[in-house]
């Protein structure tokens, strides 16, 4: 259901994410867990659509992420991932 592969992302010199792959398939429950900064949060942006990677690809249901509106990421994606886990 999302696939994330080789994603990179960097805020000027800093690099926060580094080849970073993820594979969460329809009713999995995944955690991202690890210490202040470690680049939590950056993904799941990316994976909103308020975050553009500096590299690798994001895949929903099979559709690109960086091909869909940011507005829209963040709209049908919340609403996806609300109705999985309320099913």
Same mark, same amino acid.
């Given at each position: 259901?999302?696939?994330?592969?080789?994603?990179?992302?960097? /805020?000027?010199?800093?690099?926060?994410?580094?080849?970073?792959?993820? *594979?969460?398939?329809?009713?999995?429950?995944?955690?991202? &867990?690890?210490?202040?900064?470690?680049?939590?949060?950056?993904?799941?942006? *990316? &994976?909103?659509?308020?975050?553009?990677?500096?590299?690798?690809? &994001?895949? /929903?249901?099979?559709? /690109? &992420? *960086?091909?869909? *509106?940011?507005?829209?990421?963040?709209?049908?994606?919340?609403?996806?991932?609300?109705?999985?886990?309320?099913?």
């Amino acid at each position: 259901m999302i696939e994330i592969n080789n994603l990179s992302k960097k /805020f000027g010199k800093l690099t926060v994410l580094n080849g970073v792959n993820l *594979s969460c398939k329809q009713g999995e429950c995944i955690a991202l &867990i690890g210490p202040n900064g470690c680049g939590k949060t950056t993904i799941i942006k *990316s &994976i909103l659509g308020m975050v553009i990677p500096t590299q690798g690809t &994001i895949e /929903f249901k099979g559709e /690109f &992420i *960086s091909k869909i *509106s940011n507005t829209v990421n963040i709209l049908d994606i919340c609403h996806k991932l609300v109705d999985i886990q309320t099913i």
